[in-house]
């Protein structure tokens, strides 16, 4: 088989919308209603370069934000269902100091006073873990593999779930569209009850240039009326255009 072309030096775009306006631009939710919990994310790495990556899409807007917790050299960790931001600190920590995915989720959790409203992905070279709680509206699961976690809540069934997977081990190429790949299966399957509002792609990996946190690719839809995760496949397809990427 062919090595994998490694992701382009950086491909970082600005948000949608700037989280400072973002509340008073018109189309979105009232801010004082919390909408429920609806999200879907795939975690993934790539044995042949390195790379750790996330893609997720949510009812509620910048689900982008919650996706700041990877690193090639550790791993990531991904919370839905109510993030809480200890959680992804700790579950890191504990990766970092040689825990299993599936520890770091335990003592991740370790006092959180609502452990069961939370949905934990963690992927490390160890493997792969996922918590899924209790609370979680149906339909809610995850799916665990040796180099990916998937995991989503609210969705419309549990072939969303089957969808992304398929799509993302049927993929070969770049982490970045095995990821956007499996987003739009779930998508395709039905994905979450209320529609997809914001998307985000995330990939970070060895070789990333300027001040970037060793990001590859960074794409983040924060709001959108319409469908959030094409808008991503849009602008990912509009970078590949840009810098010249044949996929």
Do not use: C, W
């Amino acid at each position: 088989m062919m090595p994998r072309p490694s992701a382009i030096p950086l491909l970082v775009v600005i948000p949608t919308l700037l989280l400072g306006t973002a509340l008073t631009m018109p189309g979105l939710p009232d801010p004082g209603i919390k909408p429920p919990a609806a999200s879907f994310a795939i975690l993934a790495r790539d044995e042949i370069t390195g790379e750790y990556g996330v893609a997720a899409a949510s009812n509620a807007p910048l689900i982008g934000m919650n996706l700041e917790f990877l690193d090639y050299k550790v791993g990531g960790v991904v919370v839905l269902g109510g993030p809480f931001l200890e959680v992804n600190d700790k579950v890191m920590i504990g990766m970092s100091d040689g825990l299993a995915p599936g520890r770091a989720i335990t003592v991740g959790l370790f006092g959180d006073e609502d452990p069961e409203s939370r949905q934990v992905l963690a992927l490390s070279q160890n493997g792969g873990a996922a918590f899924t709680g209790e609370k979680l509206p149906d339909h809610a699961g995850d799916v665990v593999g040796n180099t990916y976690v998937i995991a989503g809540n609210r969705l419309v069934s549990p072939d969303v779930l089957t969808a992304m997977e398929e799509a993302f081990t049927a993929e070969d190429g770049r982490l970045a569209d095995r990821l956007l790949a499996a987003l739009l299966a779930g998508r395709d399957a039905g994905g979450e009850e209320d529609g997809a509002h914001s998307a985000a792609l995330l990939v970070v990996g060895p070789g990333a240039r300027f001040a970037t946190r060793d990001r590859l690719v960074e794409l983040r839809i924060d709001y959108v009326a319409g469908d959030a995760i094409e808008a991503l496949a849009e602008m990912s397809a509009e970078i590949d255009s840009i810098y010249g990427i044949v996929r």
